[in-house]
């Protein structure tokens, strides 16, 4: 299917790796012009030349911290203007409703609800000047479903799905679109990460730990980031211009419920 977008400038953030990369590579396929963005510059520069090889599109760089202010305004210096926003950046840690304090709730708040709403703020304005824009936010299946150990990143999460689902019926009139994509469990360096966490804690073997995940998914396995950035591209594309304010769920049906 042609997504109507090639030649569109994309900001996809958090985007060397993961899921963040999996959005990047599937705009790029659709022939849209990105500006990347991770705080390390290595990794970020390996997945801008890969990209640039595979798909023959610009890329830019910024390598930045998109949760810090600083970072953020370097960021947004050289998208300059763009067609599309997909904000993203690292989850909160986890931990015991009875561990955090303001300080913490506010990094989590900074993080993963203030910073997309900022980007928001700052890129959506000239997209309705110019009648199009696309935004996806990329939240978790925990504002669906709470992941008890996840309270900080329930409660930011949950805050920015609050602010997109009123901010996109203020702005659809203007051919702009506001959705979230929530990623359930996906096979990257952060489920690496997690998974391995979990092997060294309770003695189990890494592969008997994602077996037992996957036990628990009716799709059987965790989900790619190749797909989900498909999803994301189509939600992003001419064929999505009636979707507003939704948050589509990529959990391979683990979230149990019938809508
Ligand atoms: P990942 O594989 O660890 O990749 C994270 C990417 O974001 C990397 O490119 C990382 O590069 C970049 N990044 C992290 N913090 C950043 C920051 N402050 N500023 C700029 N770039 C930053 O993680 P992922 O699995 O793709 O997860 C992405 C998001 O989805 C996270 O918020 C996560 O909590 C959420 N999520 C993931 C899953 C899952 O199953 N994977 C499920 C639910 C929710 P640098 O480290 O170099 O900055």
Same mark, same amino acid.
């Given at each position: 299917?042609?997504?109507?977008? +090639?030649? +569109?400038?994309?900001?996809?953030?958090?985007?060397?790796?993961?899921?963040?990369?999996?959005?990047?590579?599937?705009?790029?396929?659709?022939?849209?012009?990105?500006?990347?963005?991770?705080?390390?510059?290595?990794?970020?520069?390996?997945?801008?030349?890969?990209?640039?090889?595979?798909?023959?599109?610009?890329?830019?760089?910024?390598?930045?911290?998109?949760?810090?202010?600083?970072?953020?305004? +370097?960021?947004?210096?050289?998208?300059?203007?763009?067609?599309?926003?997909?904000?993203?950046?690292?989850?909160?840690?986890?931990?015991?409703?009875?561990?955090?304090?303001?300080?913490?709730?506010?990094?989590?708040?900074?993080?993963?609800?203030?910073?997309?709403?900022?980007?928001? +703020?700052?890129?959506?304005?000239?997209?309705?000047?110019?009648?199009?824009?696309?935004?996806?936010?990329?939240?978790?299946?925990?504002?669906?479903?709470?992941?008890?150990?996840?309270?900080?990143?329930?409660?930011?999460?949950?805050?920015?799905?609050?602010?997109?689902?009123?901010?996109?019926?203020?702005?659809?009139?203007?051919?702009?679109?506001?959705?979230?994509?929530?990623?359930?469990?996906?096979?990257?360096?952060?489920?690496?990460?997690?998974?391995?966490?979990?092997?060294?804690?309770?003695?189990?073997?890494?592969?008997?730990?994602?077996?037992?995940?996957?036990?628990?998914?009716?799709?059987?396995?965790?989900?790619?980031?190749?797909?989900?950035?498909?999803?994301?591209?189509?939600?992003?594309?001419?064929?999505?211009?009636?979707?507003?304010?939704?948050?589509?769920?990529?959990?391979?049906?683990?979230?149990?419920?019938?809508?």
């Amino acid at each position: 299917m042609d997504l109507g977008i +090639k030649g +569109k400038r994309a900001l996809v953030c958090a985007s060397s790796k993961g899921l963040g990369r999996g959005c990047a590579v599937a705009l790029a396929e659709a022939g849209v012009d990105l500006v990347l963005n991770a705080r390390g510059a290595e990794a970020l520069e390996a997945t801008a030349a890969d990209i640039r090889t595979k798909y023959n599109v610009n890329v830019e760089t910024v390598a930045a911290d998109v949760t810090s202010e600083d970072g953020r305004a +370097k960021v947004l210096a050289v998208a300059g203007q763009v067609d599309i926003l997909v904000t993203n950046a690292g989850g909160p840690p986890p931990g015991m409703w009875t561990d955090w304090d303001r300080a913490d709730f506010i990094a989590a708040l900074d993080a993963n609800m203030l910073t997309p709403i900022a980007l928001i +703020k700052a890129l959506v304005p000239r997209m309705m000047e110019r009648g199009w824009g696309r935004v996806v936010n990329i939240t978790s299946v925990s504002v669906k479903a709470p992941i008890p150990v996840l309270g900080l990143s329930n409660a930011a999460r949950t805050g920015l799905t609050g602010y997109v689902a009123g901010t996109s019926r203020q702005v659809a009139s203007r051919g702009v679109t506001i959705n979230n994509l929530l990623p359930g469990l996906h096979d990257t360096d952060r489920m690496i990460s997690l998974d391995t966490n979990a092997s060294e804690t309770t003695g189990k073997s890494f592969d008997d730990i994602r077996a037992e995940k996957c036990a628990s998914i009716p799709a059987g396995r965790y989900g790619t980031a190749d797909e989900f950035g498909a999803t994301c591209a189509f939600i992003c594309s001419q064929h999505a211009g009636f979707m507003i304010g939704q948050n589509v769920l990529l959990d391979g049906g683990a979230t149990v419920s019938t809508m």
